[in-house]
């Protein structure tokens, strides 16, 4: 479970090449089904919300069940994942959000060795 979990956000995470949060996920994640295109805000979300992710997914490594819990607690982590990946690719990150993103390639790293 542990190697699922790991692979499939080390890929993720990766790929961006780089809830403690007030941010209305549920609306960013409408405003993606919408096609709409996110702000900087909204993008910083997302980013806030895969580090705190990666921390929770860290957090249940050892769970049988840990893959359900994550994807009930962070039903929009993979979309976000995706958004901030088209996002970088197509410079629409702000500085801020770049190094969140790295933040986040970092922990996934740590987790890697772990």
Same mark, same amino acid.
């Given at each position: 479970?542990? @190697?699922?979990?790991? =692979?499939?956000? =080390?890929?993720?995470?990766?790929? &961006?090449?780089?809830? /403690?949060?007030? +941010?209305?996920? *549920?609306?960013?994640?409408?405003? &993606? *089904?919408?096609?709409?295109?996110?702000? +900087?805000? !909204?993008?910083? +979300?997302?980013? =806030?919300?895969?580090? !705190? /992710?990666?921390?929770?997914?860290? /957090? &249940? #490594? !050892?769970?049988?069940?840990?893959?359900?819990?994550?994807?009930?607690?962070?039903?929009?982590?993979?979309?976000?994942? /995706?958004?901030?990946?088209? %996002? *970088? +690719?197509? %410079? @629409?990150?702000? !500085?801020? =959000?770049?190094?969140? &993103? *790295?933040?986040?390639?970092?922990?996934?790293?740590?987790?890697? #060795?772990?």
């Amino acid at each position: 479970m542990k @190697k699922l979990i790991f =692979t499939v956000v =080390t890929c993720l995470i990766l790929s &961006l090449a780089s809830c /403690g949060s007030s +941010a209305d996920y *549920e609306a960013i994640h409408k405003k &993606l *089904e919408r096609d709409e295109q996110p702000t +900087a805000a !909204d993008y910083s +979300a997302m980013a =806030t919300y895969l580090e !705190d /992710g990666l921390d929770k997914m860290k /957090g &249940l #490594q !050892d769970d049988a069940n840990g893959m359900e819990t994550f994807e009930k607690e962070y039903p929009y982590y993979f979309e976000f994942a /995706g958004a901030l990946t088209i %996002g *970088e +690719a197509s %410079g @629409k990150l702000d !500085d801020s =959000t770049k190094e969140k &993103l *790295e933040k986040v390639t970092s922990k996934a790293e740590e987790f890697k #060795q772990q």
